[in-house]
């Protein structure tokens, strides 16, 4: 008697990210890498500033987490790539309608940089599936974000390190868990209407 293994079953959509459900061409890849720092630059001028900081409460992290988590790491890097070179070109869509690289707070678009690469890739390995995944993910982009971003502000403005900490990062924990909250809902149920459609 003979028997034959059934080659295992991959879920449907395993190792995408939700860019990738649109159909692939290059004309969509640019689209999206546009799109996405477009979007980045919309979000940076949803601005508070924060008493004593020269570095406001923006959108700007948030679109950059979920550009790089909706896009993949390949595409959510050249995106940010493009909002910061086109910035730093002269470009008005740094937070409260700035451009250039003199700001104390450019080391967090750096940051933004590298968080959307390392999300993209986590998001690829299905880390935006489920709620708890998707806050880790969210939670690990905000790191990578201002492990760049503090000491930069800290080596910009000359202030001491601890200074930079309680200027540069305390101040964002609440709206960055709000931040990681919206995407915790939006991101996991986006794929819930997408198994169920497939």
Do not use: C, H, N
């Amino acid at each position: 008697m003979s028997t034959t293994a059934a080659a295992p079953v991959r879920p449907p959509f395993t190792g995408a990210v939700l860019a990738d459900l649109l159909p692939a061409s290059r004309t969509k890849d640019i689209a999206l890498v546009v799109g996405g720092a477009v979007l980045t630059g919309i979000a940076a001028q949803i601005s508070v500033p924060v008493p004593g900081s020269p570095v406001p409460v923006t959108g700007q992290t948030f679109a950059a987490l979920l550009v790089g988590t909706a896009l993949g790491a390949r595409r959510g890097f050249l995106a940010l790539a493009v909002y910061a070179v086109a910035g730093v070109a002269g470009v008005p869509w740094f937070a409260e309608a700035s451009s250039g690289y003199g700001m104390p707070s450019f080391g967090y678009i750096l940051g933004m940089l590298l968080a959307a690469t390392v999300v993209g890739a986590l998001a690829r390995r299905g880390a935006d599936r489920s709620v708890l995944r998707t806050a880790g993910t969210m939670v690990l982009g905000s790191a990578i974000i201002y492990a760049v971003g503090v000491p930069y502000l800290a080596v910009a403005t000359g202030m001491p390190f601890g200074k930079a900490v309680a200027l540069g990062l305390v101040p964002f924990l609440v709206g960055d868990a709000l931040k990681a909250a919206l995407a915790m809902g939006a991101l996991p149920t986006a794929w819930k209407l997408v198994d169920r459609r497939g």
